[in-house]
């Protein structure tokens, strides 16, 4: 089945870029997402792209796909502390569920 | 409508009992789903519906676990002869049909259970 791969942290500081990494292996994934998640709450759809792009740009948002390399990646510009939470990258396959990686703590510091 | 709610928020239970969850969906969305999320992991699928068909179950939606739509909005989850390993967070998620909003799926807040 579908495996998807995060580190599990990241510290910047306020005003930096933040880039969090996806790897994942079905290469018949057709719709990648990112979601963030704050302390005791639900998930958070920030971003996704379909697999036929290889950039896509939403405010200080940027999700860059390499379909070759199975890479995912959301860069999140001019960093603030409300930034702060986890990063969940997920991917759709065959069906209708999403599979999710482990997510990527992000620690914003001032 | 502001968004997927679930109910309760929170339950502890003892060993054996039986919950019972429910999800309300954003109301025009007809597809509904549940995932599972212990800590310090990322969600699991468990089951989605189409309307009041349940069209896709996890291998993880062991017997004990049974989910329904009834009337095709609201969802209920049960879990049966409750044990410490089912202590998670259930997620609801819902979304659209036709085009790109069928993609996005929006999560409700999650019900916390912990098992005693």
């Known amino acids: 089945g579908e495996d998807v791969e995060q580190s599990l942290f990241l510290s910047v500081r306020e005003g930096d870029s933040s880039v969090i990494n996806c790897t994942y292996t079905d290469s018949s994934s057709t719709y990648l997402y990112w979601y963030k998640q704050e302390p005791g709450a639900g998930l958070q759809l920030l971003t996704y792209i379909f697999s036929n792009m290889d950039m896509k740009q939403d405010q200080r948002l940027t999700v860059l796909l390499n379909k070759k390399d199975k890479h995912l990646s959301l860069r999140i510009a001019d960093t603030q502390t409300g930034d702060s939470a986890i990063y969940f990258c997920a991917v759709k396959a065959a069906g209708n569920k999403l599979t999710f990686g482990g997510g990527t703590r992000v620690l914003v510091k001032p | 409508d502001t968004g997927v709610s679930q109910d309760p928020r929170h339950k502890i239970t003892k060993r054996g009992q039986n919950v019972t969850f429910r999800c309300d969906p954003i109301s025009e969305h007809n597809r509904l789903y549940w995932y599972r999320q212990t800590l310090g992991q990322g969600p699991e699928f468990l089951t989605y519906f189409q309307n009041e068909a349940q069209l896709e179950k996890s291998r993880l939606l062991s017997d004990r676990f049974s989910a329904e739509r009834p009337k095709g909005s609201f969802s209920t989850l049960e879990i049966q002869r409750t044990e410490q390993g089912d202590s998670a967070m259930y997620l609801c998620?819902?979304?659209?049909?036709?085009?790109?909003?069928?993609?996005?799926?929006?999560f409700g807040p999650g019900t916390r259970l912990t098992v005693t």
């Open positions: 998620a819902s979304s659209g049909t036709g085009g790109e909003v069928s993609y996005e799926q929006y």
